[in-house]
């Protein structure tokens, strides 16, 4: 079994020995809505797919997903089967996932499940940022990628430069992967939906295309690949 970690920060405030009783502090007031939560692997997550050697997409990332729990397991959804496995992080580099125990139903025949599991059976660490979680996987060179919203999608470009990346989009934004690093990109304010920015990056998603500018400049002749 492998055992959960966290991490836990205690604010120990000591106040000054006195007479006078102890002032009270006025509770803080609640975060807004709007307020991001810390980033956290806890919670449910949906497969969009692989970025990598070997590139895959989720054809319907609301099938597969995985439920990080505080006591250390984890759910697992498979299409149409359900299972559990304990999940940890070893600094190590050993495997995320235990043994994952599952149903054995025979799904339908575009389900993507083998794939799936290989992926969290070779998961090695697992990074969350907002909406986003990426699991780096055995071979050191590829990365399965997560959404919080079972409706976003990952998809695979190739220039005419030769050049190739990913992209995951939802609503909330986007997740870029290019060159073998990740990038975080907001939904442009005050722009047609799908337009996304970050850094040197923007992304432009039209009806028939896809547009990548780095600092300003198109990459060219970009093709989706599935």
Request: some cysteine; hydrophobic content about 40%.
């Amino acid at each position: 079994m492998i055992r959960s970690t966290s991490l836990c920060l205690t604010l120990i405030l000591v106040a000054a020995c006195s007479n006078a009783p102890a002032p009270v502090a006025a509770p803080e007031p609640p975060l807004p809505m709007s307020e991001e939560a810390p980033s956290t692997v806890i919670g449910s997550w949906h497969w969009l797919g692989t970025v990598g050697s070997a590139p895959v997409s989720a054809l319907e990332p609301a099938r597969y997903a995985v439920e990080f729990q505080d006591s250390g397991s984890a759910l697992i959804q498979a299409d149409c089967n359900r299972g559990r496995s304990d999940y940890g992080v070893d600094p190590a580099g050993a495997a995320l996932f235990g043994p994952i125990g599952l149903t054995k139903m025979g799904c339908a025949a575009d389900s993507q499940d083998r794939q799936f599991l290989a992926q969290l059976r070779a998961a090695r660490t697992a990074i969350s940022a907002k909406h986003w979680l990426r699991m780096s996987l055995a071979d050191g060179e590829s990365h399965a990628v997560f959404a919080r919203d079972p409706q976003a999608r990952l998809r695979h470009y190739r220039c005419t430069a030769g050049q190739g990346y990913a992209l995951a989009m939802a609503p909330a934004g986007a997740l870029l992967w290019i060159d073998g690093e990740f990038h975080a990109l907001a939904l442009s304010k005050g722009e047609p939906v799908g337009n996304y920015r970050g850094g040197r990056f923007e992304v432009r998603v039209g009806e028939a295309a896809t547009t990548l500018l780095i600092d300003g400049k198109a990459l060219t002749g970009c093709q989706q690949l599935d």
